[in-house]
């Protein structure tokens, strides 16, 4: 059934209709066999389907939706598409469906990768997971502003959407701000593992956050490796 067809069907049956599109849906214009954006506008959800680069991102610029699913092909214009994406609606959270399996996307560009196959209670929880909390405040720290319910952050002017993961990892060292803390710790406690012998995504994780917080990632001044210790978040520059 056309996504069209379902605000109708919606007030035939007496269900709410949202006015606003919630969702940017980017699919071909040839029927697939499975198509996800109508089971997910059954769902209550405000679905916008567009089918070309250029419509997706005059609608992203015009509209800011919070959350815009792409299931595009061939594989290879997923780069192309998600960067044309994020320009037109910075902000705006992106998740890849029927994604190739071992496939990477450029940081930034795409929140969510969903390989096929996967049930329909996995898009909508990703779904979910991605659009913006109603609740929940700003905190401050120094010059610093968390939203730990909408994932985001806030420094030097600018604005930044944190992964769950992200947010954790900053949550975990923001609590011990000033305190060198042991990589077996922090991956024991933000990743709730006992297996610390590959340390490869927490090395990953703390670099992305440098790109945030630091001016200059290179050499780290906020967020720093203590030799023989760990790692340390210090605002102020400095660690015990």
């Not at 059934?1 to 606003?20: K, N, S, T, Y």
């Amino acid at each position: 059934m056309h996504v069209a067809h379902l605000c109708w069907l919606q007030f035939l049956r007496g269900l709410p209709i949202m006015a606003d599109p919630k969702i940017l849906w980017l699919e071909p214009s040839k029927a697939r066999k499975t198509s996800y954006a109508a089971q997910v506008a059954r769902r209550r959800y405000a679905v916008q389907v567009v089918h070309d680069q250029r419509a997706a991102c005059r609608f992203a610029a015009a509209q800011h939706p919070p959350v815009c699913v792409v299931d595009v092909a061939p594989a290879a214009a997923v780069q192309r598409v998600c960067s044309a994406l994020r320009k037109a609606a910075p902000k705006m959270r992106i998740i890849v469906v029927q994604a190739r399996a071992g496939m990477e996307v450029a940081s930034g560009c795409a929140e969510v990768l969903l390989c096929a196959p996967f049930t329909i209670r996995k898009l909508l929880n990703s779904i979910r997971q991605q659009l913006p909390a109603n609740g929940g405040e700003w905190v401050a720290h120094g010059a610093l502003r968390l939203h730990p319910a909408a994932r985001r952050l806030q420094l030097r002017g600018h604005e930044h959407l944190l992964s769950p993961k992200l947010l954790r990892l900053l949550e975990f060292m923001l609590a011990r701000e000033g305190k060198p803390v042991s990589t077996t710790l922090i991956v024991r406690r933000v990743w709730e593992t006992e297996y610390t012998s590959d340390l490869n995504t927490l090395h990953n994780h703390i670099n992305t956050l440098r790109k945030i917080l630091e001016v200059d990632p290179a050499h780290p001044h906020i967020l720093r490796t203590v030799r023989g210790k760990g790692y340390c978040l210090s605002l102020n520059g400095k660690a015990e």
